[in-house]
Each structure stands twice: as structure tokens, then as C-alpha cells.
């Protein structure tokens, strides 16, 4: 499993007070809608990481790895299909 994720308290109450009074958040819902910000930074972060790990994966590839010029076709098709993740 990756790193532990460790969210600054602090900045993420700031942040979020800041986002909640520009859109005028009634009092009552500030539970809930600090709920949803917590989730979309989460969800968020984790795809990003995600991403991160698939672009290094196919970016950084090993020595042994054939270049694109140098592959066949079933090789080509085989590389395009694992880099159409999203």
C-alpha cells in the first residue's frame, strides 16, 4: 500500500471555512458540506495518485522495454491498450 495520507487539520478547516463562505453554506449543512469537501479532496488526491502511478509506470519503463519504432504491430496494439486506462 502507498504512503499514508496525512491531511493538515488546520489547512483543511481554513480551506474549507474559506470555500463555505463564498458559497454561502447555511449554518445547518456545514456538517454535511464539509462531508462532500473531505470526499472530493479524497477523491481527488486518490485518482491523481493513481494517474501518477500509471504515466510512471509507461514513462519510466525499463531498459529491457523495445521502443515504439522498434515494436511490431501486435506489440504496438499490446502497448496502446495498456495506456488506454482512462
Excluded at 499514508?4 to 454561502?24: C, K, M, S, V
Excluded at 462531508?35 to 529491457?64: G, H, M, R
Aim: proline content about 2%; aromatic content about 14%; charged content about 25%.
Amino acid at each position: 500500500m502507498a504512503d499514508r495520507l496525512f491531511i493538515d487539520p488546520t489547512t483543511f478547516a481554513h480551506n474549507f471555512a474559506t470555500a463555505a463562505t463564498e458559497a454561502g453554506i447555511d449554518t445547518k449543512q456545514v456538517t454535511q458540506e464539509a462531508k462532500k469537501y473531505l470526499l472530493s479532496y479524497l477523491t481527488a488526491y486518490y485518482l491523481v495518485n493513481d494517474f501518477n502511478q500509471i504515466e510512471k509506470q509507461n514513462f519510466q519503463a525499463p531498459e529491457s522495454t523495445v521502443n515504439f519504432k522498434d515494436m511490431s504491430f501486435e506489440q504496438l496494439l499490446d502497448r496502446v491498450s495498456k495506456l488506454n486506462k482512462y
